[in-house]
């Protein structure tokens, strides 16, 4: 699928050691995007050795019984293609039962103290840590050994703690300020924006080491319509709007906004739109409990990978929401997959947000604004009522998908990461 000769068996030789706490079999979040890494340098010839988490991710909780009992696992995958191979350890960090401000800083202090002296004693030419967590990128940069050591920036740790309600300004300035400790100190620094450049510029990262790593989607689709696609799924044809919203239910994604948007769409439109949640997160009972005598609204659970395009073709709107406030701190991953569904996008999210600018400047999702139920059914609405907005929402979110997001630049940024981050010289 991604595979390009030009990259095939350009890394053979390197033994690459990745750090990111998140990583399959989770199936939301940024385990994906690792995921991807780690193979997109295996199939280029890389002897990978991950070091990772259990997964726990989105819902924040060991589901696996093998993982409930013991401090490590070894596990071993192979690559695509057979060209490199990929080994697992998987470290037994802890995971809080509410991942509040003291619940994640015990997941990144017990995951970096793991990590430490794992990844020192490994026998790896290079050392890549991937955010978040910042506790994986620490623990790649203080083991690096001499070795040239990279670190992937996929959110910005400072403004995603206090912009998705995590933490104060005074504790959110200390996790920037020692992301942006370990990010100087990197011999090459992978953005998956460059919209985080000038951020990272004004932390003391030197610019000629910032190199885009932009995210891929890793989802295939399906022709199927939304309604054979909900048959499939078993959900109901009752002939309303079916507006789905997939992935993690957290602080960040501010879905109560959402539900709000429900309510009223009851009071003033009844019957005509159903909101459906696929997936799993840290506010996924409060949302349901405040959805309780809403019905308009059904909680899903995860669905295997294998299933997920048929999710996204059941739904008539794909619906992408975010926190009021949250303005640069990562670009949803969720986004690469909806790109891939042939539905329209409507985007609850701030107007000088980072993930506006990128929507509204392909005008790939029609954008509202976020906090404001009213607006997101008016919204909503307006894409159900009108056929040539769909058409060209659908349109414009698969050309940006393939400019954006297409899985073979995602690919060669990875391989071009790594043959960077092999070429430099470690700094002390």
């Keep these: 699928m991604g595979d390009d000769s030009r990259i095939a068996g350009s890394l053979s030789g390197l033994v690459i050691c990745v750090v990111a706490c998140n990583f399959r079999p989770d199936v939301s979040g940024m385990a994906p995007y690792n995921s991807l890494l780690v193979d997109a340098l295996a199939e280029a010839g890389a002897t990978v050795k991950v070091v990772t988490g259990v997964p726990h991710y989105p819902q924040w909780r060991v589901v696996d019984p093998q993982y409930r009992f013991g401090l490590s696992w070894r596990e071993t995958a192979t690559a ?38 794992v990844v020192a004693a490994a026998r790896a030419d290079m050392v890549i840590g991937v955010t978040p967590l910042v506790g994986a990128a620490v623990a790649g940069m203080l083991s690096r050994r001499r070795r040239p050591f990279g670190a992937i920036v996929t959110d910005l740790a400072g403004n995603a703690a206090v912009q998705s309600g995590i933490a104060s300004g005074r504790v959110a300035k200390i996790v920037a300020a020692t992301e942006y400790r370990v990010l100087r100190r990197a011999d090459r620094v992978g953005v998956i924006t460059t919209k985080f450049n000038p951020a990272l510029i004004s932390g003391g ?45 957290g602080m960040k994604q501010g879905l109560e906004h959402v539900l709000d948007a429900a309510r009223l769409a009851n009071d003033r439109h009844a019957g005509a739109i159903d909101f459906v949640f696929v997936g799993d997160g840290s506010t996924r009972k409060f949302l349901e409990q405040q959805a309780a005598g809403l019905d308009n609204v059904r909680f899903l659970d995860l669905v295997p990978d294998e299933d997920y395009p048929v999710v996204l073709a059941a739904a008539d709107v794909l619906l992408l929401h975010e926190r009021p406030g949250v303005i640069e701190m990562a670009l949803p991953s969720k986004l690469t997959s909806y790109t891939t569904a042939s539905r329209p996008i409507v985007a609850a999210v701030a107007s000088n947000s980072l993930t506006e600018s990128l929507l509204s400047s392909r005008n790939a999702a029609l954008v509202v604004p976020n906090g404001d139920p009213a607006a997101l059914v008016d919204g909503l609405l307006r894409v159900r009522n009108d056929h040539a907005l769909r058409a060209r929402l659908v349109d414009a979110a698969r050309v940006l998908g393939q400019e954006q997001f297409s899985e073979r630049d995602g690919r060669h940024g990875f391989v071009g990461f790594a043959k960077a981050l092999a070429d430099s010289r470690p700094r002390r």
């Design 80 to 117: 695509a293609a057979n060209r490199g191979s990929v080994s697992v350890l998987r470290l037994r960090h802890g995971v809080p039962r509410t991942p509040d401000l003291i619940g994640r800083l015990r997941l990144e202090a017990s995951f970096a103290m793991l990590s430490i002296p």
């Design 205 to 249: 990262v030197d610019a000629d080491r910032i190199i885009e790593v932009p995210l891929f989607s890793h989802v295939g689709r399906t022709d199927l319509t939304p309604a054979a696609a909900r048959r499939a799924l078993g959900w109901p044809e009752d002939g309303r709007l079916t507006v789905v919203h997939t992935g993690n239910m």
